[in-house]
């Protein structure tokens, strides 16, 4: 993840791509849109749909597979803006990814935030099952 808060924090500070459903966009156009957004490549073909994760925030979060490649460090993100320092009036943008690598299931089973877990782990049953 981007920003500040993230910026030296690493094991349990990853993420997928994602973001809010904007108008009438259902979440498979959204997922397409927000991986855009913050990595600046396209994705098309059969994306597959993982089993949607009510994170303990309470937001529900769907997650789609697909399998491809890209250079993680050819990415270009989106940016937001934030005040930084707090209070301190100065406002920045930052990257919403500031990063992207490939990692083994058990390297990212440790990388990506609690919340998102479960995808990874429902990803490898659908690559290993015979």
Avoid: H
């Avoid at 600046?40 to 059969?46: A, D, E, Q, R």
């Amino acid at each position: 993840m981007g920003g500040p808060f993230w910026s030296r924090k690493d094991e349990g500070a990853w993420s997928i791509p994602k973001g809010e459903l904007q108008n009438d966009e259902n979440a498979l156009e959204a997922a397409k849109r927000e991986f855009t957004e913050e990595t600046s490549f396209k994705i098309g073909g059969n994306l597959i749909p993982l089993t949607p994760i009510k994170q303990s925030g309470g937001k529900t979060v769907a997650a789609f597979a697909l399998e491809g490649d890209c250079d993680p460090n050819a990415i270009k993100s989106n940016t937001f803006e934030l005040e930084w320092p707090p209070r301190s009036g100065r406002r920045q943008q930052f990257p919403e990814a500031d990063r992207a690598e490939w990692f083994s299931y058990e390297e990212a089973l440790l990388k990506v935030v609690k919340g998102q877990q479960n995808f990874l782990t429902e990803l490898n049953f659908l690559l290993t099952k015979s």
